[in-house]
Nanobody, 128 residues
Framework: QLQFVESGGGLVQPGGSLRLSCVVSGTPFPYRTMGWFRQAPGKEREGVACISSHDGETTYYVDSVKDRFTISRDNAAATLYLQMNSLKPEDTAVYYC????????????????????WGKGTLVTVSS
């Protein structure tokens, strides 16, 4: 059964950094397109960053996090990462990872409603 276990969230001051991790089981991880999504209170879930399958050569970022966040994957450990730097209060949200069969990564990030299974997420709070 496909499962995601996200971790690494917490309380951080504006300008700080966090690294999120997502351990994936129940699927052949290297073959999956992967992504990070977030949902802030009162807002819809949005795609933050997505990465292509296998070597992760191709990445996509929503404009609001470009040059601040970096998505990466470790296929041997079946783990997805999100390095978040220069955090802002508007980054406050519950962060989730998700996977799909090999697909266009921009389309994956822009259509979270097409994703059927989610983990519990990890809460990131950016506040002074």
């Amino acid at each position: 059964q496909l499962q995601f276990v996200e971790s690494g969230g917490g309380l951080v001051q504006p300008g700080g950094s966090l690294r999120l991790s997502c351990v994936v089981s129940g699927t052949p991880f290297p073959y999956r397109t992967m992504g990070w999504f977030r949902q802030a209170p009162g807002k819809e879930r949005e795609g933050v960053a997505c990465i292509s399958s296998h070597d992760g050569e191709t990445t996509y970022y929503v404009d609001s996090v470009k040059d601040r966040f970096t998505i990466s994957r470790d296929n041997a450990a079946a783990t997805l990462y999100l390095q978040m730097n220069s955090l802002k209060p508007e980054d406050t949200a519950v962060y989730y990872c998700a996977s799909r069969p090999p697909t266009n990564i921009q389309q994956m990030c822009e259509a979270p409603s097409a994703i059927m299974r989610w983990g519990k997420g990890t809460l990131v709070t950016v506040s002074s």
